[in-house]
């Protein structure tokens, strides 16, 4: 997700290919950026619809696994189901992807949105959650995988 003139991105866009795989121009500078608080957005509130998931699949006695492999495979296949869906089942809530950063990134989603006044419920509700396991274990939950946003639904009262 890069930003910029596209001579100067033809130009880096060898650098770029050593750092990642897919390498996109999404407009004038700023743009890469914008794009990539989209993701985050995304992906917060992806982990939320999965812990919502599978906590159902717990109160409802399924196991976990045969949910995120089941639903995997269908509309509600996703990153997030196929690569967290199991870490979660398998209580592994070491990072891949902070906590703490999802929450710095959905706190420039916001900061982005002052000026209009917009809202976004949704990653609203995800930034409740996040901040809720953030807290747990003395205030170090932030360390954890995005993944442990399940806690919130586990032990944080929701």
Same mark, same amino acid.
């Given at each position: 997700?890069?930003?910029?003139d596209?001579?100067?991105?033809?130009?880096c866009?060898?650098l770029? +290919? @050593?750092?990642?795989k897919?390498?996109?121009l999404c407009?004038p500078?700023g743009s890469?950026?914008?794009?990539? &608080?989209c =993701?985050?957005v995304l992906?917060?509130v992806?982990?939320?619809?999965?812990?919502e998931?599978l906590?159902?699949a717990?109160q409802? +006695? @399924?196991d976990p696994?045969?949910m995120?492999?089941?639903?995997?495979?269908?509309?509600?296949?996703?990153?997030v &189901?196929? =690569?967290?869906?199991?870490?979660?089942?398998?209580?592994?809530?070491?990072p891949?992807?902070a906590i703490?950063?999802l929450?710095?990134?959905?706190?420039?989603?916001r900061?982005s949105?002052q000026?209009?006044?917009q809202?976004?419920?949704?990653?609203?509700?995800?930034d409740r959650?996040l901040?809720?396991v953030?807290?747990?274990d003395g205030?170090i939950g932030?360390e954890?995988g995005t993944q442990a946003?399940?806690?919130?639904?586990?032990?944080?009262?929701?």
């Open positions: 997700m890069v930003g910029g596209e001579q100067d991105f033809t130009e866009k060898p770029f +290919e @050593i750092m990642g897919t390498i996109r407009g500078v890469g950026q914008a794009v990539k &608080l =993701n985050q992906c917060a992806n982990i939320m619809s999965l812990c998931a906590k159902l717990e409802q +006695e @399924i696994m045969l995120v492999e089941v639903c995997s495979q269908g509309a509600a296949g996703s990153w &189901l196929s =690569n967290l869906g199991p870490k979660i089942a398998d209580a592994d809530l070491a891949g992807f703490k950063h929450l710095k990134d959905l706190r420039l989603v900061e949105l000026s209009s006044g809202i976004l419920p949704g990653m609203d509700m995800a959650f901040q809720i953030k807290e747990l205030g932030g954890l946003m399940i806690r919130a639904y586990r032990e944080g009262g929701s």
